[in-house]
Nanobody, 124 residues
Framework: QVQLVESGGGSVQAGGSLRLSCAAS????????MGWFRQAPGKEREGVAS????????SYRDSVKGRFTISQDNAKNMVYLQMNSLKPEDTAMYYC?????????????????WGQGTQVTVSS
């Protein structure tokens, strides 16, 4: 059974940084995909970043490019999202997701496994 547990959320001022962590227990595939998504109140969930666990290839939504970095530590079964230069529009619940398929085969955020989320609030 795969379980994803996020941590690291919190409240920061605009321009600040946070590092989200996702602990993935029971997820041992080295050629799958892990990603971060977010959902703000009244808005649809959107993909933030993804990483191919087999080679580290990453992908980002345009609005976070240059500010966010997704990384992995396969030995610890962890995925991270380093968020710098945070903006109020980054405020949302952030979710970790995982799937055994490569990232390019997963459409519209249809990951199989999801965490419970961690809240990020950025004040101006």
């Amino acid at each position: 059974q795969v379980q994803l547990v996020e941590s690291g959320g919190g409240s920061v001022q605009a321009g600040g940084s946070l590092r989200l962590s996702c602990a993935a227990s029971g997820y041992t595939d080295s050629r799958g995909c892990m990603g971060w998504f977010r959902q703000a109140p009244g808005k649809e969930r959107e993909g933030v970043a993804s990483i191919y666990t087999g080679g580290g290839r990453t992908s980002y939504r345009d609005s976070v490019k240059g500010r966010f970095t997704i990384s992995q530590d396969n030995a610890k079964n962890m995925v991270y999202l380093q968020m710098n230069s945070l903006k109020p529009e980054d405020t949302a619940m952030y979710y970790c997701a995982a799937d055994y398929r490569p990232c390019y085969l997963i459409s519209a955020g249809a990951f199989k496994y999801w965490g419970q989320g961690t809240q990020v609030t950025v004040s101006s």
